[in-house]
């Protein structure tokens, strides 16, 4: 895509750095890489599309057939008069995808710079979309860190003719709301997709997750219980779900808790309720509790599958200790439990992490020799490796390879180049590789918070601005942590109109600071004799933190 036409007057290095990520490489002899194979990438399926987004009757058509139940097969049978070629099915799928996207982030953009409901309503009309249930899926979810500009959108939508909400929609602004705690508001949502049949198991489940990360255990549980009251009945794999979102949420000892309370009363366990408290205790790296897990789960009569090993092989890599890693992965090999890419992913970032090179590319190697179709999280742990080893050359030639084979390189390989090269303080590299990376895939929020973050201990405010500006004219909006970085270095810079202007934009947005920019604001403000502007924020903040929303 191209950049904004802003972003070309960004001031430039003025020695031109070396190219990072260049289009071709000469591999070396002695480095080999899987046989590349074209992969045609189909975009999810969309359902349920009532009003299209402007397009073509062909192509519309083509996307309700694609969506409709059973029609899927039909494409691949040898029935007179429903063959479709399946390149034109991708050409016209990536057509309808690359609309959405278009559109969805036209949207975005017109939310991030209306923040009063009247001014917002007239705006969104004025664009003239027509709204469709893929659509508006794609903006709610665009928009799952700005509870209220979601909230504002979903309440403009459904008034829109003919235009009716799904669960999966519903199930998008939960979860918005679930990130800033508006669990009042979730739950008048929960009553209203009731009224309407659209509840699903996954609406608690997510409500159960939100709850866990806020800290609310008790809420988590008593959400998960709540599904029988509204006639769901629950199984395994509704247990085995609350105590996965509970060890996510780093309450892997209240999960731990739940299992030995619940199991053999309300349910059996499975292989799957076990490996989620490995899972649990492995990412807390107690490795005592974890064997515990594991030697109860053999006593009960599981053996380790494949999910079993590469949840142990991760745990023993986070935790450092590689030769058990490695002796779990040999044990795979003689009970005849092929590794997946995902184990062999494990073994080479952490390998890599730790500079042991050799080993890691070992296991690259393998990887290619068992027959797996190239993925791009393997290449990616493959460049991650040797950037920890500094060895950037080595991770071009990967990144070219990636090309080659139709994998990437994606927003996920630029990350882990572009937080390689600023650790290393190479941001004028690094700047020229955000730059073009847009010829390959678009930056996430991450790569900008990176670049961001990048010119504030640069101390180059301005250049994190107009980056910034760019994010949020490509629609992207930025999270919690974005903003915090951005209204503390203008406090630093003792630009406190720009940090009240952000601060605002970010209680608009529905984002509770965090304790400690807060702090640092009020504090700048005070110094500056702005007493007044202390007491108009505090009180805004303190509206957003206690009052409910409404809608």
Same mark, same amino acid.
């Given at each position: 895509m191209v950049l904004p036409r802003f972003l070309y007057r960004l001031p430039r290095p003025v020695a031109k750095p070396y190219p990072l990520i260049p289009k071709t490489y000469t591999l070396s002899p002695n480095f080999s890489l899987p046989p590349c194979q074209d992969q045609n990438s189909s975009p999810g399926s969309t359902n349920n599309v009532e009003n299209p987004v402007g397009f073509p009757p062909a192509a519309l058509l083509l996307l309700r057939f694609h969506n409709t139940p059973g029609c899927h097969r039909s494409i691949h049978d040898n029935s007179a008069n429903t063959q479709v070629s399946s390149n034109t099915t991708d050409q016209n799928t990536d057509l309808i995808s690359a609309r959405i996207s278009e559109t969805s982030e036209k949207l975005c953009k017109i939310l991030s710079n209306h923040h009063t409901l009247s001014s917002l309503d007239s705006a969104l009309n004025s664009a003239k979309v027509e709204v469709c249930p893929t659509l508006s899926i794609s903006v709610l979810k665009k928009l799952s860190n700005a509870g209220i500009l979601a909230l504002s959108f979903f309440r403009?939508?459904?008034?829109?003719?003919?235009?009716?909400?799904?669960?999966?929609?519903? &199930? =998008?602004?939960?979860?918005?709301?679930? #990130?800033?705690?508006?669990?009042?508001?979730?739950? &008048?949502?929960?009553s209203e997709m009731k009224q309407r049949n659209l509840l699903t198991k996954e609406t608690f489940g997510l409500i159960s997750r939100r709850y866990s990360r806020a800290r609310k255990v008790k809420e988590a549980i008593e959400a998960f219980e709540t599904m029988e009251k509204f006639g769901l009945t629950l199984e395994l794999s509704d247990f085995n779900r609350l105590i996965d979102t509970l060890s996510k949420s780093r309450n892997v000892e209240r999960a731990h808790q739940v299992f030995d309370k619940w199991k053999n009363r309300k349910f059996k366990p499975d292989i799957k309720s076990y490996t989620i408290l490995l899972e649990g205790w492995g990412k807390e790296q107690n490795l005592l509790r974890l064997d515990e897990v594991y030697r109860e789960m053999r006593d009960d009569g599981f053996e380790p599958d494949v999910v079993t090993y590469g949840i142990m092989i991760n745990a023993f890599c986070k935790a450092k200790k590689f030769d058990e890693a490695i002796r779990m992965f040999r044990e795979m090999e003689t009970k005849n439990v092929n590794?997946?890419?995902?184990?062999?992913?494990?073994?080479?970032?952490?390998?890599? =992490?730790? #500079?042991?090179?050799?080993?890691?590319?070992?296991?690259?190697?393998?990887?290619?020799?068992?027959?797996?179709?190239?993925? =791009?999280?393997?290449? &990616?742990?493959?460049?991650?490796?040797?950037?920890?080893?500094?060895r950037m050359y080595d991770a071009h030639k990967v990144v070219d390879e990636?090309?080659?084979?139709?994998?990437?390189?994606?927003?996920?390989?630029?990350?882990?180049?572009?937080?390689?090269?600023?650790?290393n303080g190479r941001t004028k590299q690094a700047y020229s590789v955000f730059e073009k990376m847009s010829d390959d895939c678009e930056p996430s929020v991450s790569t900008y918070e990176i670049i961001v973050r990048m010119f504030r201990d640069e101390e180059r405010l301005d250049m994190a601005v107009r980056v910034w500006d760019r994010m949020k004219e490509k629609g992207v909006l930025p999270g919690m942590h974005m903003y915090s970085t951005l209204i503390n270095s203008l406090c630093h810079e003792n630009k406190l109109d720009d940090a009240c202007k952000y601060f605002q934009e970010m209680l608009d947005m529905g984002i509770r600071p965090p304790a400690p920019m807060f702090s640092n604001l009020k504090q700048a403000l005070l110094d500056d004799g702005r007493n007044d502007t202390v007491l108009i924020l505090g009180q805004k903040l303190e509206k957003l933190r206690k009052t409910p929303l409404v809608g």
């Amino acid at each position: 895509m191209v950049l904004p036409r802003f972003l070309y007057r960004l001031p430039r290095p003025v020695a031109k750095p070396y190219p990072l990520i260049p289009k071709t490489y000469t591999l070396s002899p002695n480095f080999s890489l899987p046989p590349c194979q074209d992969q045609n990438s189909s975009p999810g399926s969309t359902n349920n599309v009532e009003n299209p987004v402007g397009f073509p009757p062909a192509a519309l058509l083509l996307l309700r057939f694609h969506n409709t139940p059973g029609c899927h097969r039909s494409i691949h049978d040898n029935s007179a008069n429903t063959q479709v070629s399946s390149n034109t099915t991708d050409q016209n799928t990536d057509l309808i995808s690359a609309r959405i996207s278009e559109t969805s982030e036209k949207l975005c953009k017109i939310l991030s710079n209306h923040h009063t409901l009247s001014s917002l309503d007239s705006a969104l009309n004025s664009a003239k979309v027509e709204v469709c249930p893929t659509l508006s899926i794609s903006v709610l979810k665009k928009l799952s860190n700005a509870g209220i500009l979601a909230l504002s959108f979903f309440r403009w939508a459904e008034k829109q003719k003919g235009f009716k909400h799904t669960t999966e929609s519903y &199930n =998008a602004l939960i979860e918005a709301l679930g #990130k800033i705690k508006q669990f009042k508001m979730v739950w &008048n949502l929960v009553s209203e997709m009731k009224q309407r049949n659209l509840l699903t198991k996954e609406t608690f489940g997510l409500i159960s997750r939100r709850y866990s990360r806020a800290r609310k255990v008790k809420e988590a549980i008593e959400a998960f219980e709540t599904m029988e009251k509204f006639g769901l009945t629950l199984e395994l794999s509704d247990f085995n779900r609350l105590i996965d979102t509970l060890s996510k949420s780093r309450n892997v000892e209240r999960a731990h808790q739940v299992f030995d309370k619940w199991k053999n009363r309300k349910f059996k366990p499975d292989i799957k309720s076990y490996t989620i408290l490995l899972e649990g205790w492995g990412k807390e790296q107690n490795l005592l509790r974890l064997d515990e897990v594991y030697r109860e789960m053999r006593d009960d009569g599981f053996e380790p599958d494949v999910v079993t090993y590469g949840i142990m092989i991760n745990a023993f890599c986070k935790a450092k200790k590689f030769d058990e890693a490695i002796r779990m992965f040999r044990e795979m090999e003689t009970k005849n439990v092929n590794p997946t890419p995902h184990v062999y992913c494990t073994l080479i970032n952490g390998l890599g =992490a730790e #500079k042991r090179l050799t080993e890691a590319v070992k296991f690259f190697e393998l990887s290619k020799a068992s027959g797996f179709v190239p993925e =791009a999280p393997t290449y &990616n742990a493959l460049v991650g490796c040797y950037c920890w080893s500094q060895r950037m050359y080595d991770a071009h030639k990967v990144v070219d390879e990636m090309r080659k084979c139709g994998v990437g390189p994606n927003s996920r390989t630029y990350d882990i180049i572009l937080h390689h090269l600023v650790k290393n303080g190479r941001t004028k590299q690094a700047y020229s590789v955000f730059e073009k990376m847009s010829d390959d895939c678009e930056p996430s929020v991450s790569t900008y918070e990176i670049i961001v973050r990048m010119f504030r201990d640069e101390e180059r405010l301005d250049m994190a601005v107009r980056v910034w500006d760019r994010m949020k004219e490509k629609g992207v909006l930025p999270g919690m942590h974005m903003y915090s970085t951005l209204i503390n270095s203008l406090c630093h810079e003792n630009k406190l109109d720009d940090a009240c202007k952000y601060f605002q934009e970010m209680l608009d947005m529905g984002i509770r600071p965090p304790a400690p920019m807060f702090s640092n604001l009020k504090q700048a403000l005070l110094d500056d004799g702005r007493n007044d502007t202390v007491l108009i924020l505090g009180q805004k903040l303190e509206k957003l933190r206690k009052t409910p929303l409404v809608g």
